[in-house]
Protein backbone atom coordinates (compact mmCIF):
# COMPACT_ATOMS: atom_id res chain seq x y z
CA UNK A 1 0.00 0.00 0.00
CA UNK A 2 1.04 3.51 -0.18
CA UNK A 3 2.32 5.53 2.38
CA UNK A 4 3.51 9.43 2.58
CA UNK A 5 6.30 10.66 5.00
CA UNK A 6 6.43 14.29 5.62
CA UNK A 7 8.65 15.72 8.65
CA UNK A 8 9.36 17.23 10.76
CA UNK A 9 6.12 17.20 12.78
CA UNK A 10 6.60 20.38 14.32
CA UNK A 11 9.68 23.29 13.57
CA UNK A 12 10.35 26.72 15.40
CA UNK A 13 12.59 28.69 13.32
CA UNK A 14 14.15 32.03 13.52
CA UNK A 15 13.39 34.93 11.01
CA UNK A 16 15.76 34.85 8.40
CA UNK A 17 16.71 31.35 8.77
CA UNK A 18 16.56 28.43 5.76
CA UNK A 19 14.05 25.65 6.12
CA UNK A 20 13.70 22.52 4.34
CA UNK A 21 10.71 20.09 4.92
CA UNK A 22 10.62 16.60 3.03
CA UNK A 23 8.16 14.22 1.51
CA UNK A 24 8.78 10.97 0.51
CA UNK A 25 5.96 8.49 -1.09
CA UNK A 26 6.09 4.72 -1.08
CA UNK A 27 4.23 2.30 -2.80
CA UNK A 28 3.73 3.94 -5.37
CA UNK A 29 5.72 5.22 -9.08
CA UNK A 30 5.36 8.52 -10.96
CA UNK A 31 2.92 10.33 -8.53
CA UNK A 32 2.18 13.52 -8.54
CA UNK A 33 3.51 15.62 -5.51
CA UNK A 34 2.05 18.73 -4.02
CA UNK A 35 2.73 21.22 -1.25
CA UNK A 36 0.11 22.99 0.67
CA UNK A 37 0.21 25.94 3.12
CA UNK A 38 -2.98 26.17 5.30
CA UNK A 39 -2.78 29.58 7.78
CA UNK A 40 -4.70 30.10 10.50
CA UNK A 41 -7.83 31.74 9.35
CA UNK A 42 -7.34 30.69 5.54
CA UNK A 43 -8.28 27.21 3.51
CA UNK A 44 -5.93 25.58 2.40
CA UNK A 45 -3.64 26.59 -0.06
CA UNK A 46 -1.64 25.07 -2.95
CA UNK A 47 2.38 25.99 -3.17
CA UNK A 48 3.76 24.10 -5.76
CA UNK A 49 3.10 20.75 -8.21
CA UNK A 50 4.99 18.31 -9.39
CA UNK A 51 4.29 15.81 -12.47
CA UNK A 52 7.57 14.52 -12.27
CA UNK A 53 11.75 14.45 -11.46
CA UNK A 54 12.34 17.96 -11.96
CA UNK A 55 9.32 19.40 -13.16
CA UNK A 56 8.17 21.73 -10.48
CA UNK A 57 4.98 24.74 -11.02
CA UNK A 58 4.82 27.20 -8.43
CA UNK A 59 1.12 28.78 -7.69
CA UNK A 60 2.04 31.38 -5.74
CA UNK A 61 4.99 34.00 -5.83
CA UNK A 62 6.77 33.95 -2.21
CA UNK A 63 10.10 33.05 -0.93
CA UNK A 64 9.44 29.21 -1.09
CA UNK A 65 11.05 26.53 -3.23
CA UNK A 66 10.33 23.34 -4.27
CA UNK A 67 12.77 20.72 -5.36
CA UNK A 68 11.58 17.06 -6.74
CA UNK A 69 15.15 15.67 -6.84
CA UNK A 70 13.86 11.73 -7.16
CA UNK A 71 10.35 10.22 -8.27
CA UNK A 72 9.38 9.92 -4.50
CA UNK A 73 10.87 12.74 -2.52
CA UNK A 74 9.67 16.34 -2.67
CA UNK A 75 11.45 19.24 -0.90
CA UNK A 76 9.95 22.44 0.48
CA UNK A 77 13.13 25.07 1.35
CA UNK A 78 13.30 28.54 2.02
CA UNK A 79 16.65 30.27 1.92
CA UNK A 80 15.63 32.76 4.31
CA UNK A 81 12.52 32.30 6.63
CA UNK A 82 9.64 35.59 6.96
CA UNK A 83 7.13 35.80 9.68
CA UNK A 84 4.03 35.11 7.29
CA UNK A 85 5.60 31.91 6.42
CA UNK A 86 4.29 30.62 9.88
CA UNK A 87 1.56 28.10 9.02
CA UNK A 88 0.94 24.37 8.42
CA UNK A 89 1.97 22.71 5.51
CA UNK A 90 1.15 19.72 3.97
CA UNK A 91 2.41 17.39 0.99
CA UNK A 92 0.07 15.58 -0.87
CA UNK A 93 0.49 12.88 -3.66
CA UNK A 94 -1.83 11.67 -6.31
CA UNK A 95 -1.96 9.24 -8.77
CA UNK A 96 -0.98 9.98 -12.60
CA UNK A 97 -4.68 10.89 -14.05
CA UNK A 98 -7.47 13.22 -13.87
CA UNK A 99 -9.63 13.72 -10.78
CA UNK A 100 -7.36 11.28 -8.63
CA UNK A 101 -7.70 12.11 -4.93
CA UNK A 102 -4.92 13.24 -2.78
CA UNK A 103 -3.41 11.72 0.14
CA UNK A 104 -2.40 13.59 2.64
CA UNK A 105 0.74 13.42 4.57
CA UNK A 106 0.44 14.40 8.53
CA UNK A 107 2.14 17.64 8.39
CA UNK A 108 4.73 20.23 9.45
CA UNK A 109 3.43 23.18 11.89
CA UNK A 110 5.94 26.02 11.15
CA UNK A 111 6.44 28.48 13.49
CA UNK A 112 8.54 31.65 12.30
CA UNK A 113 9.22 33.83 15.28
CA UNK B 1 -11.22 32.95 -9.89
CA UNK B 2 -13.18 30.24 -7.86
CA UNK B 3 -13.75 30.10 -4.48
CA UNK B 4 -15.16 27.91 -2.17
CA UNK B 5 -17.26 29.46 0.93
CA UNK B 6 -17.89 26.84 3.49
CA UNK B 7 -20.49 27.15 6.26
CA UNK B 8 -20.84 27.06 9.07
CA UNK B 9 -17.44 27.95 10.23
CA UNK B 10 -17.77 25.97 13.38
CA UNK B 11 -20.26 23.94 15.10
CA UNK B 12 -21.01 22.25 18.41
CA UNK B 13 -23.25 19.41 18.41
CA UNK B 14 -24.76 17.04 21.30
CA UNK B 15 -23.41 13.56 20.81
CA UNK B 16 -26.56 11.75 18.59
CA UNK B 17 -27.48 15.15 17.09
CA UNK B 18 -27.59 15.45 13.15
CA UNK B 19 -25.54 18.14 11.50
CA UNK B 20 -25.20 19.17 7.85
CA UNK B 21 -22.34 21.85 6.53
CA UNK B 22 -22.60 23.27 3.25
CA UNK B 23 -19.74 24.21 0.29
CA UNK B 24 -20.67 26.61 -1.86
CA UNK B 25 -19.01 27.54 -4.82
CA UNK B 26 -18.68 30.68 -7.30
CA UNK B 27 -18.78 28.08 -10.30
CA UNK B 28 -19.63 25.23 -11.60
CA UNK B 29 -17.81 22.00 -10.00
CA UNK B 30 -15.95 19.86 -11.63
CA UNK B 31 -15.10 17.71 -8.93
CA UNK B 32 -16.30 18.06 -5.24
CA UNK B 33 -14.16 16.64 -2.50
CA UNK B 34 -14.52 16.12 1.19
CA UNK B 35 -11.47 15.78 3.18
CA UNK B 36 -11.72 15.37 7.07
CA UNK B 37 -8.26 16.88 9.17
CA UNK B 38 -7.87 15.96 12.58
CA UNK B 39 -6.35 18.76 14.49
CA UNK B 40 -2.78 19.22 13.41
CA UNK B 41 -3.06 16.11 11.64
CA UNK B 42 -3.05 15.80 7.52
CA UNK B 43 -6.18 15.18 5.97
CA UNK B 44 -8.37 12.21 5.04
CA UNK B 45 -10.14 11.73 2.05
CA UNK B 46 -13.90 11.68 2.53
CA UNK B 47 -15.59 11.06 -0.84
CA UNK B 48 -15.56 12.66 -4.41
CA UNK B 49 -18.44 13.90 -6.21
CA UNK B 50 -18.97 14.87 -9.72
CA UNK B 51 -22.36 14.54 -11.06
CA UNK B 52 -25.00 16.62 -10.74
CA UNK B 53 -27.47 15.75 -7.95
CA UNK B 54 -25.20 12.70 -7.43
CA UNK B 55 -25.18 11.14 -3.92
CA UNK B 56 -22.76 9.28 -1.45
CA UNK B 57 -22.86 7.59 2.01
CA UNK B 58 -20.15 6.15 4.11
CA UNK B 59 -21.04 5.04 7.56
CA UNK B 60 -22.76 7.89 8.99
CA UNK B 61 -21.51 10.61 6.52
CA UNK B 62 -23.52 11.67 3.51
CA UNK B 63 -22.52 13.48 0.92
CA UNK B 64 -24.31 15.33 -1.75
CA UNK B 65 -24.39 17.79 -5.01
CA UNK B 66 -26.68 19.84 -6.03
CA UNK B 67 -28.49 19.37 -9.95
CA UNK B 68 -26.47 22.54 -10.86
CA UNK B 69 -23.03 21.45 -9.32
CA UNK B 70 -22.28 24.32 -7.62
CA UNK B 71 -23.12 23.38 -4.04
CA UNK B 72 -22.37 20.30 -1.91
CA UNK B 73 -23.69 19.55 1.54
CA UNK B 74 -21.99 16.91 3.94
CA UNK B 75 -24.48 15.23 6.73
CA UNK B 76 -23.43 13.12 10.00
CA UNK B 77 -26.44 11.54 10.93
CA UNK B 78 -25.87 10.33 14.76
CA UNK B 79 -22.77 12.29 15.39
CA UNK B 80 -20.09 10.80 17.72
CA UNK B 81 -16.81 12.44 19.17
CA UNK B 82 -15.33 10.40 16.53
CA UNK B 83 -16.42 12.84 13.91
CA UNK B 84 -14.76 15.23 15.80
CA UNK B 85 -12.38 17.85 13.29
CA UNK B 86 -12.05 20.14 10.85
CA UNK B 87 -13.90 19.43 7.54
CA UNK B 88 -13.01 20.89 4.64
CA UNK B 89 -14.17 20.60 1.01
CA UNK B 90 -11.94 21.11 -2.21
CA UNK B 91 -12.72 21.60 -5.82
CA UNK B 92 -11.38 20.52 -8.85
CA UNK B 93 -10.02 23.93 -10.56
CA UNK B 94 -9.37 21.81 -13.81
CA UNK B 95 -5.95 22.18 -15.66
CA UNK B 96 -3.53 20.79 -13.41
CA UNK B 97 -4.08 17.76 -12.11
CA UNK B 98 -4.65 17.75 -8.40
CA UNK B 99 -4.85 21.46 -8.27
CA UNK B 100 -7.40 21.69 -5.91
CA UNK B 101 -9.20 24.65 -4.10
CA UNK B 102 -9.70 24.90 -0.83
CA UNK B 103 -12.69 26.06 1.53
CA UNK B 104 -11.49 27.41 4.80
CA UNK B 105 -13.22 24.39 6.84
CA UNK B 106 -15.52 23.69 9.50
CA UNK B 107 -14.28 22.82 12.71
CA UNK B 108 -16.64 20.29 14.08
CA UNK B 109 -17.11 19.49 17.84
CA UNK B 110 -19.22 17.00 19.66
CA UNK B 111 -20.08 16.83 23.18
CA UNK B 112 -20.73 13.84 24.50
Known amino acids: SQTIHQWPATLVQPVGSPLSLECTVE??????LYWYRQAAGRGLQLLFY??????ISSEVPQNLSASRPQDRQFILSSKKLLLSDSGFYLCAWSADGTYEKLFFGSGTQLSVL | SQELEQSPQSLIVQEGKNLTINCTSS?????LYWYKQKYGEGLIFLMM?????EEKSHEKITAKLDEKKQQSSLHITASQPSHAGIYLCGADRGGSQGNLIFGKGTKLSVKP
Open chain 1, 27 to 32: GTSNPN
Open chain 2, 49 to 53: LQKGG
Open chain 1, 50 to 55: SVGIGQ
Open chain 2, 27 to 31: KTLYG
